[in-house]
T-cell receptor, first 111, second 113 residues
């Protein structure tokens, strides 16, 4: 099955700086890569996703890049704000039903 | 707005008890999922269902069963709870196959003593 690895496990950044989270996947058939944000006491919520026919996608301060050859994808958050503090999960989907998730990254934005 | 609700936010049960976790979605989604979330392990799929009365094992089905009698409701059952099933349980739903977003409930934190 698909195996997704995520790094780092924790990330502390100064407000206004950028944050980068990296994930690798094992199944070359994976074709959909969402990123979820989980705030304290809540379920994960989709923040951005990318499909395998696209190399990069941006939505305001967040962007995701995908390198299919190397089988890795990354989340970039620019101009971080305190409300960006949360746990972030990457995921990969290689069939119609199952998402395989990374272990998560706890991001802390220092004021 | 899609809403996925879970019957309890916190639950404390004793070893050996039968435990039911309920999940309801209000958007007529075909697919529903149960995950458990543990620190350092991310979200691991327990079971999923792509239609009423249909179920498929995920990555960690041992010790769990599920029931989907109605489209909007997906139940996770721990036949005989054990302490290693202490965890956060997340339910999710998705409209259909393809690229659709998966929506999560708020989670149930289960403690088995």
């Amino acid at each position: 099955g698909e195996n997704v690895e995520q790094h780092p496990s924790t990330l502390s950044v100064q407000e206004g700086d950028s944050a980068v989270i990296k994930c690798t996947y094992s199944d070359s058939a994976s074709n959909y890569f969402p990123w979820y944000k989980q705030e304290l006491g809540k379920g994960p919520q989709l923040i951005i996703d990318i499909r395998s026919n696209v190399g990069e996608k941006k939505d305001q301060r967040i962007a995701v890049t995908l390198n299919k050859t190397a089988k890795h994808f990354s989340l970039h958050i620019t101009e971080t704000q305190p409300e960006d503090s949360a746990v972030y999960f990457c995921a990969a989907r290689s069939n119609d039903y199952k998402l395989s998730f990374g272990a998560g990254t706890t991001v802390t934005v220092r004021a | 707005d899609v809403k996925v609700t879970q019957s309890s936010r916190y639950l404390v049960k004793r070893t050996g008890e039968k435990v039911f976790l309920e999940c309801v979605q209000d958007m007529d989604h075909e697919n529903m999922f149960w995950y458990r979330q543990d620190p350092g392990l991310g979200l691991r799929l327990i079971y999923f269902s792509y239609d009423v009365k249909m179920k498929e094992k995920g990555d960690i089905p041992e010790g769990y069963s599920v029931s989907r009698e109605k489209k909007e409701r997906f139940s996770l059952i721990l036949e005989s709870a054990s302490t290693n099933q202490t965890s956060m349980y997340l339910c999710a739903s998705r409209p259909g196959t393809g690229w659709d977003e998966q929506y999560f409930g708020p989670g149930t934190r289960l403690t088995v003593t």
